[in-house]
């Protein structure tokens, strides 16, 4: 069964330095893989994608994400926190079927300290 | 482009009333749309999967005369909470995935409802 792990409850990392909040899945298959972020009370937003082709994905906000076929994993990174990061950020993995479904790792909570 | 909408943002109801949520794809048709229920500090959980002119698909554990889901256009959604309890008490999204011809059509979120049930 397609599952997503998210390791860390949360994640905090002062402004400016490097950044990555950690993401394994388990998938039959070709994973199609995936990072949101969302702000108190509100809805998910897209930060980006892995489908197909290299293994480092560049996403919004200069976040990016390293697909790692060997370690299963796919970790969320960025060169510069900054303090606007703060946020909740899911990972998740698209289940083999029809209708496109995903499954969310349980959320990592980022805490960039000024 | 790719917009979601939901209404009400928030919403604030007596114990055993129902409550309607709407979600719409404002700028695309989607044929696809998902609705979604988030604790505090929990992950999204999937409840069900609703496909334009059929029923909707639940998942396991999820109680579908409970949540009664519409999905009677490609562009509308509706999620009606029924008889709710403080229970039900709760943040719900919902997304939408585009109409294609690609092997896998994103989804894209809305901005989530808060419910509370007194």
């Known amino acids: 069964a397609q599952s997503v792990a998210q390791p860390e409850d949360q994640v905090n990392v002062a402004e400016g330095n490097p950044l990555t909040v950690k993401c394994t899945y388990s998938?039959?298959?070709?994973?199609?893989l995936f990072w949101y972020v969302q702000y108190p009370n509100r809805g998910l937003q897209f930060l980006l994608k892995?489908?197909?082709?290299?293994?480092l994905v560049k996403g919004s906000y200069g976040f990016e994400a390293e697909f790692n076929k060997s370690q299963t994993s796919f970790h969320l990174k960025k060169p510069s926190a900054l303090v606007s990061d703060s946020a909740l950020y899911f990972c998740?993995?698209?289940?083999?079927?029809?209708?496109?479904?995903?499954?969310f790792g349980k959320g990592t909570r980022l805490h960039i300290l000024p | 482009g790719a917009v979601v909408s939901q209404h009400p943002s928030w919403v604030i109801c007596k114990s055993g009333t129902s409550v309607k949520i709407e979600c719409r794809s404002l700028?695309?048709?989607?044929?696809?749309m998902f609705w979604y229920r988030q604790f505090p500090k929990q992950s999204l959980m999937l409840m069900a999967t609703?496909?334009?002119?059929?029923?909707?698909?639940?998942e396991q554990g999820v109680e579908k005369d409970k949540f009664l889901i519409n999905h009677a256009s490609l562009t509308l959604s509706t999620l009606t909470v029924t008889s709710a309890h403080p229970e039900d008490s709760s943040f719900y999204i919902c997304?939408?995935?585009?109409?294609?011809?690609?092997?896998?059509?994103?989804?894209?979120f809305g901005p989530g409802t808060r419910l509370t049930v007194l």
């Open positions: 997304s939408a995935s585009r109409s294609g011809g690609s092997s896998y059509n994103e989804q894209f």
């Open positions: 998938v039959s298959g070709n994973p199609y």
């Open positions: 892995y489908i197909t082709g290299d293994n």
């Open positions: 998740a993995v698209r289940v083999l079927r029809g209708d496109d479904k995903i499954i």
């Open positions: 700028d695309f048709q989607a044929t696809t």
């Open positions: 609703s496909n334009e002119g059929s029923k909707a698909t639940y």
